[in-house]
């Protein structure tokens, strides 16, 4: 009765899971390896792109920050969806155009591996320390102090390169997630809050002391381009196969 409600059977189900898991671990652990800069230059690194928001006067990261302390309830929820939406939702995503959109599919995937790999070429390029870690600006890091995650030093930290901040992914996952989704959710109403979803992120990644307005302009530039290349590379992989969000061309009889 199970593989009746898949649009593919079990087999097809498990494979993609495996797929994008291993493409996920292994963006996790090159992201880890790709530099490991001292930090002296992943400060540096931040420090050029602060310099660079002084003078366009685009510098607003630290009162952000402040104006949203000051309001503790919003902190929890920027917070929250910091550390969770990331993950819940793009998975809850790739699961329901996987089971319910399914000939959309192969693009949403594809579209988020190129994504990662672009992601990595930043990475290697232009190590960059967060604004949580460069308190001599104004920023503290109210996820560690909320919730006692020390990402440097838990656990986790051994898979995780805390200069990893240029472009975000947090913003390009954000993107591809709520742009593919707006498209393919037939009710408006959740059309209008998974357009709203990429807004919210960039709230929460800016509150919560993680990624400058460069980053963020980088992580949407990163999905842009991903999602360019994705077309082009299933157009020349699987010419047969429909753009994303349409129908297969009706044939036209000779």
Excluded: K
């Excluded at 510098?59 to 920027?78: C, K």
């Excluded at 990624?211 to 949407?220: E, T």
């Amino acid at each position: 009765m199970g593989e009746r409600r898949l649009p593919r059977r079990w087999a097809d189900l498990i494979r993609q899971l495996l797929l994008f898991g291993l493409a996920y671990a292994l963006y996790e652990v090159v992201r880890w390896l790709v530099d490991g800069p001292d930090a002296a230059r992943a400060a540096g690194d931040a420090t050029r792109i602060i310099d660079l928001e002084r003078r366009l006067h685009v510098f607003v990261e630290p009162s952000v920050q402040a104006w949203t302390q000051g309001r503790p309830w919003l902190m929890d929820i920027a917070a929250a969806t910091y550390l969770d939406a990331h993950t819940v939702l793009t998975i809850g995503a790739l699961l329901f155009i996987y089971l319910r959109r399914n000939d959309s599919y192969r693009f949403v995937r594809t579209m988020f591996m190129v994504a990662m790999a672009l992601a990595l070429v930043g990475y290697a390029a232009y190590p960059t320390a967060p604004p949580r870690l460069m308190p001599q600006w104004g920023f503290t890091d109210p996820v560690r102090q909320l919730t006692g995650i020390d990402a440097e030093r838990g656990p986790g930290s051994i898979l995780i390169n805390p200069d990893a901040a240029v472009p975000s992914m947090h913003i390009c996952f954000a993107l591809m997630t709520g742009a593919a989704m707006a498209m393919l959710t037939r009710r408006p109403a959740l059309r209008v809050l998974w357009a709203l979803y990429p807004v919210g992120m960039t709230f929460a990644v800016v509150a919560t002391g993680n990624h400058y307005l460069c980053d963020i302009v980088l992580g949407a530039l990163t999905a842009g381009a991903a999602a360019v290349l994705s077309r082009a590379l299933l157009a020349r992989a699987h010419p047969a196969v429909p753009a994303f969000g349409q129908a297969p061309a009706p044939s036209t009889p000779r």
